[in-house]
């Protein structure tokens, strides 16, 4: 009997019993069918960048000339210059020094005697196309002012004088009044601020608030007058010094149109040397009317207890002079 090979029938058995083996493992777990992928190195060195979802900006084609919308920012609006007084200064100068009419200054600065500047003392400057808040002005005491006379000059200028008497009990200073020239249909042709040649005005004493209109001396017109500032001096206030005003009497021409006047002024003792003493002489005609006036302007520091020596000459306006009326100022 031939022998039998039993090494093939071993490995036959033996694959069997692994596939049913295998098959019940298969069985038990099939998530294992699917294969992890194995990430390679260049895949978790690579950073990549995700996307933040927002909303979606809507975008006009650059073909429609769509012009961005900006928002305005707001600049600071102009202001009016303030200017600080020094030394030497005047108001007409610094009135041309900022190219503005004298009349623009005066009234933006109300209260202001034109005469009278003291260094450090500010001043708003009215420029052009600078519009500037309502500032506060003094109330006028009640004063009367007479109705203005007006002249003409040979330049074909117009002087006009507007007359104010002090009737209060304590002195006034800063003076001002507003002048205009009225046509027969109404209309203002002209407006300007007149202002009287000293700062202060001794009770019971007159003054002559003058303005000059130019090239209006053939116009016809109707002049009014009405008051801006008059401030009262305290008895003891130091800014205005005691004086005595001494002259001899007036040299009229036989015309009656100028008059000449010399004397002196001197300062009263136990007060301090005054560095400006001003004298103004004012014109009258036989009506009690201020027809002309000049003022007069001491060079050098009038000491307590001296005296300094003037002597003046005044033009009449329109009609002959009959007399003269003198004031003193003198100011530390």
């Avoid at 005047?90 to 009349?103: D, M």
């Avoid at 009405?226 to 002259?247: C, F, G, M, W």
């Avoid at 201020?290 to 302007?297: D, L, N, T």
Wanted: net charge negative.
């Amino acid at each position: 009997m031939p022998c039998k090979d039993y090494r093939s029938t071993g490995w036959i058995t033996y694959f069997i019993l692994f596939g049913i083996f295998w098959l019940g493992t298969v069985g038990c777990n099939p998530t294992d069918l699917t294969a992890t992928p194995i990430p390679t190195s260049e895949r978790l060195l690579t950073p990549y960048i995700t996307a933040t979802f927002g909303p979606t900006p809507h975008l006009e084609p650059a073909s429609q000339g769509v012009t961005p919308t900006v928002t305005e920012i707001p600049l600071p609006t102009a202001t009016a210059v303030i200017y600080a007084v020094v030394a030497n200064d005047t108001l007409t100068g610094i009135a041309s020094r900022y190219s503005v009419p004298l009349e623009d200054l005066i009234a933006a600065n109300p209260g202001l005697d034109p005469n009278f500047l003291t260094i450090g003392m500010t001043l708003t400057i009215p420029l052009e196309g600078v519009v500037v808040s309502a500032l506060p002005t003094a109330t006028p005491l009640p004063l009367e002012i007479q109705a203005p006379i007006c002249y003409s000059l040979a330049d074909g200028n117009l002087q006009c004088l507007a007359v104010i008497e002090n009737t209060l009990p304590d002195a006034v200073e800063n003076v001002t009044a507003q002048i205009s020239l009225q046509a027969p249909n109404g209309e203002i042709l002209a407006t300007k601020v007149a202002t009287s040649p000293l700062n202060i005005l001794p009770v019971g004493k007159k003054a002559a608030l003058s303005a000059t209109f130019d090239g209006l001396a053939a116009q016809s017109y109707r002049p009014l007058a009405s008051l801006l500032t008059v401030i009262p001096v305290a008895q003891d206030d130091q800014r205005y010094l005691r004086t005595e005003l001494r002259s001899s009497a007036p040299v009229i021409s036989p015309d009656g149109l100028q008059a000449q006047v010399q004397g002196s002024v001197a300062l009263l003792a136990e007060q301090p040397g005054a560095a400006t003493v001003w004298i103004a002489v004012f014109a009258y005609d036989e009506d009690e009317n201020i027809i002309g006036f000049r003022k007069w302007v001491a060079s050098d520091v009038l000491l307590a207890g001296e005296q300094i020596d003037f002597e003046m000459q005044v033009y009449s306006l329109g009609p002959p002079i009959t007399h003269l009326e003198l004031l003193a100022e003198a100011r530390p």
